[in-house]
């Protein structure tokens, strides 16, 4: 298959070949496009050193000069080029404390991870360069270590989680000796910083199936450095309605949620890692979990401040876990509905109800159960097409007009009397006047305020 080529990546190595010097396209970009697939980001390799590139280019970041690497800027795009290198130890379990230059792009192929990503092309020759062949592995769908895969994994620590990713991303198996060797370097992944271990996950949240991955990392004894959590759920069975242990019934809802939304694939990768708290069981052996939503979002935030996530991040991922948890009827009045909306909030409806639906989907639960999903979307829409409250700011008065107008005092008072408006409120809408609510609200203080004098 032909590698395409963008105008601009040719006139770059152009403009480096009238310097003398060779380009070449290497990594993903290379890997993706033998394998039919898009690639937008481009990594290049060259024998010129960081000063010749920045003397040949207008505007170049020395983004990674210690290691050879700097980013072109070139009609608005940036491209990282590395000049072709030998590298030292790696002591640190990431980069290598010394790199030496080299001309050759041989054997800067050589000290790269997997042998699929160890192909480079010649931009201006157009042809393929491979000395590790990894092609042949590319046609196999293997991921292959380059050389000794204990060797790669002493190099770089997060190399084995790699292997992994790749497995779901790309659909390959890892080769036996590399599978093998991550099992003997988890010493060296556990010096691995959160962080870089995130940007993996997050990569393999966007594969077609991320399941491929955990499973890998469970075997291979990665998962248990990540998260003993995930772990405990293991073997940990449901029965009644549910065909999987917890584990699997983690990892298949995460796979069923879309694979666009790497925010919805955590919260159903984690929504139900509380069940191993609150499990108990009742007198005929049936096991049974009640409230573990809320447990499973506390762990839940425990894994993900450990990985450093965002906090916003955190934040909903944690929300959507402890409201996951609802059982719509029919029978249910638009009162009902409207307090759901307004416990769940407004904004985390839709994902509540794809996240329910990917539950579902690894449940052994028959199509009436999406059905029912279905009906409660459209009453919802309905009812929030009617534009009633479903929030304390969405009141009519505020703690201002309790101030001044029925002269509450700011303070936990104010708060519960606009709490049980609020609860009226959803009941009944039409309640949602100025003046009814003032009129209430004074009722419900007085009630208040003789009960405090009772109690002294």
């Not at 159903?268 to 509380?274: E, M, R, S, V």
């Not at 109800?353 to 009906?375: G, P, R």
Request: aromatic share 8%; charged share 30%; proline share 3%.
């Amino acid at each position: 298959m032909k590698i395409k080529l963008t105008d601009d990546l040719r006139k770059i190595a152009s403009i480096l070949n009238t310097k003398g010097f060779s380009c070449y396209l290497v990594g993903g970009a290379v890997r993706n496009q033998l394998l039919g697939l898009e690639e937008k980001d481009y990594d290049l390799a060259t024998d010129a050193y960081p000063e010749e590139i920045i003397q040949t280019f207008n505007k170049v970041i020395p983004t990674g000069i210690k290691h050879g690497t700097v980013t072109i800027l070139f009609k608005g795009e940036a491209y990282e080029i590395t000049t072709f290198r030998v590298d030292g130890e790696y002591t640190d379990g990431r980069r290598p404390d010394t790199i030496e230059y080299t001309a050759n792009i041989y054997e800067d192929l050589k000290r790269r991870d997997f042998t699929i990503n160890s192909i480079a092309y010649d931009i201006l020759k157009e042809e393929l360069i491979d000395p590790n062949n990894g092609l042949k592995d590319l046609k196999n769908k293997i991921i292959k270590a380059i050389g000794d895969p204990h060797k790669r994994f002493q190099e770089d620590g997060l190399r084995p989680l790699r292997a992994c990713r790749f497995a779901a991303q790309l659909n390959f198996t890892i080769e036996e000796n590399t599978f093998n060797a991550i099992s003997k370097n988890l010493d060296k992944f556990k010096s691995v910083s959160k962080e870089r271990i995130y940007d993996e996950l997050i990569k393999t949240m966007k594969a077609d199936t991320p399941s491929i991955t955990f499973h890998l990392l469970f075997k291979s004894g990665l998962l248990e450095i990540i998260s003993e959590d995930m772990m405990k759920c293991i073997g940990i069975e449901q029965r009644e309605k549910h065909k999987y242990d917890v584990f699997e019934h983690l990892l298949h809802t995460c796979d069923y949620c879309p694979q666009s939304d790497t925010t919805l694939r955590f919260a159903g990768l984690f929504h139900d890692l509380g069940k191993v708290t609150v499990l108990q069981f009742k007198e005929d052996g049936t096991p049974t979990f009640y409230n573990h939503e809320k447990a499973s979002a506390e762990i839940a935030i425990k894994i993900m401040k450990s990985l450093k996530f965002p906090n916003k991040e955190i934040q909903k991922i944690s929300h959507l876990i402890e409201h996951h948890m609802f059982n719509y009827e029919k029978n249910w009045t638009d009162a009902a509905v409207r307090r759901f909306i307004s416990k769940s909030g407004q904004e985390y409806i839709n994902d509540l109800l794809i996240l329910q639906k990917a539950d579902i989907k690894s449940m052994n639960l028959s199509s009436d159960a999406f059905e029912l999903i279905d009906e409660f979307k459209s009453r919802i829409d309905i009812i929030l097409a009617e534009k009633n409250a479903f929030t304390i700011k969405d009141l009519k008065i505020d703690g201002r007009v309790l101030t001044n107008d029925v002269q509450i005092p700011s303070g936990p008072v104010m708060g519960q009397i606009l709490k049980v408006l609020l609860d009226e409120v959803l009941e009944t809408p039409d309640l949602n006047e100025k003046m009814i609510l003032i009129s209430r609200a004074e009722q419900l203080y007085k009630e208040l305020s003789e009960g405090e004098t009772k109690k002294r």
